[in-house]
């Protein structure tokens, strides 16, 4: 099983940046889709980012597209989510999640095998 730790959240203004990073353990890293999600309250689960095995492909969602720019560093066994423009909206639990087994980059919730224990991120205006 892969193990996964947050960190990086915190309070900032709007219009301000976090960089989110995450270590995996537990599993060659090279070898799974990593992908970070989001929840704020009373809201469910939300796709934010992706990106592949090799880091060579990313894909984002829309609300965050242009704004946000994940990476990994498979020697340092860290995924990272770099912030910029930050919006209130933004404010929610920030979540790293890993599918072990796909090669593409999944959207879905049900689709990731692991789960960080998440780190919260506020934006204030």
């Known amino acids: 099983q892969v193990q996964l730790v947050e960190s990086g959240g915190g309070l900032v203004q709007a219009g301000g940046s976090l960089r989110l990073s995450c270590v995996a353990s537990g599993r060659t890293f090279n070898r799974f889709v990593l992908g970070w999600f989001r929840q704020a309250p009373g809201k469910e689960r939300e796709f934010v980012a992706g990106i592949s095995r090799n880091g060579g492909n990313t894909y984002y969602g829309d609300s965050v597209k242009g704004r946000f720019t994940i990476s990994r560093d498979n020697a340092k066994n860290t995924v990272y989510l770099q912030m910029n423009s930050l919006k209130p909206e933004d404010t929610a639990v920030y979540y790293c999640?890993?599918?072990?087994?796909?090669?593409?980059?999944?959207?879905?919730?049900?689709?990731?095998?692991?789960w960080g224990q998440g780190t919260q991120v506020t934006v204030s205006s």
């Open positions: 999640a890993a599918d072990l087994y796909s090669f593409s980059i999944a959207t879905i919730v049900g689709e990731y095998d692991a």
